[in-house]
């Protein structure tokens, strides 16, 4: 059994302390995002302007939060129901 509540915990940490280096990255390296569209997603595609201000931060570390608490929710409902 998955302990949901202990997990979830440690993901909303976990999925924080990521945007904040992700945003850091893009505010103080501007061209991160391009050199990972190409090298990464091998791809090059015009992302458009980077926009970083206090809103975009808070607004964006809410959305990961949630998108990461319902991913990381179901997962651990689907393995706690699921019998082996």
Not at 44 to 58: K, P, R, Y
Not at 63 to 84: C, D, E, P, Q, R
């Amino acid at each position: 059994m998955i302990n949901t509540k202990h997990l979830l915990k440690v993901t909303a940490v976990w999925i924080s302390i990521m945007y904040v280096v992700c945003f850091a990255g893009v505010a103080l390296f501007p061209n991160i995002v391009s050199a990972f569209m190409y090298y990464g997603l091998h791809t090059n595609a015009n992302v458009g302007e980077n926009v970083m201000t206090l809103t975009t931060f808070i607004s964006g570390l809410v959305i990961w939060n949630v998108i990461a608490y319902l991913a990381v929710g179901l997962f651990a409902i689907l393995s706690n129901k699921i019998k082996a």
